[in-house]
């Protein structure tokens, strides 16, 4: 009896761990695939242009072609569906929550977006700039216009636009997250979903038109780690409160119904690949005559781009 016991037992381990792909902080008694062993089941984990990264500004370089973005139907009303995924938790958008401008090439549509966090109010972000993470790191995942869905979009080079935000632990609560929280906790376990009623993307993401990023190819952060992803990250942060994001995670679980924290990437190299900013980096207001000052004041006063860090 105790034999078949403990060999179901080691079957289920079995079925919930080997071969899976998981992050590093699910150690799953080491039978599951971790971040430094992804690239032996998923090639394109290997490969040179991997995300996420870490941002190094004073390595970074203006590229003028990096305008404003146009979000079209951030003001759309609709029902946003939730599942967990067993890594995460997907927010479905509709195709018609669009992305132009930004100096991508072509119109894409939203797919879905997604959360990376970490443990206890600690690191969780994916990016990090200058080697600092923030707790918590929003993605919105979009596919160019023509593709039908994400694995033709992963066909292509730029097939993906990601666009990532992160958080800024803040003493208040940031009221538009609650429904965010609030559906998170009806998505316990892996499969389960449930809806938002009447939710706006504005709700949650800032008017993008003025806002600068920075720019780099990259890929999924997930396993098959495609490199098809043309990345976004903005310099503005979006708050959470403390006990926001402690809600956030302690309510969802791993397919291995353990807690779902420490859901992240670490860094991958950058292997050469430049990283660009839509944002001048410097007004250079040295030489004290009257064109220079005059130049100076409209770099300072008239360009919402020469913002400064
Ligand atoms: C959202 O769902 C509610 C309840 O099912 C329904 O009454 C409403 O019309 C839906 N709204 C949209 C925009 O589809
Ligand atoms: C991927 O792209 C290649 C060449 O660009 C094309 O031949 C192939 O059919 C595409 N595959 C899918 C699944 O779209
Ligand atoms: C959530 O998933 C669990 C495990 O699969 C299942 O037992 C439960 O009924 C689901 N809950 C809902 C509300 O769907
Ligand atoms: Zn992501």
Known sequence: MTSILSLSSVLLALKLCSGEWCYESQSCDSKCTGPSEWKQKYLQCGGPNQSPINIITRKVKHDPKLTGFTFDGHEDIFNMSVENHGHSAHFTLPQSVRLRGGGLSDTYKAVQFHLHWGEDGGQGSEHSVDGERYPMELHIIHIKEKYNNLSMALNDSTGVAALGFFFEMSSEKNQKLDRIIEALGKVRYEGNSTEIEDFRLADI??????????????????PGCDQSVVWTVFHKTLPISKNQLMSMYKQLLFASEKPMTGIFRPVQNLNGRVVYTSVKSHCLCVLPNLITLFLCLFCVFGQQRCVFY
Do not use: F, H, K, N
């Open 205 to 222: 993401v800032p008017q993008a038109d003025s806002l600068s990023y920075y720019r780099y190819s990259g890929s999924l952060t997930t």
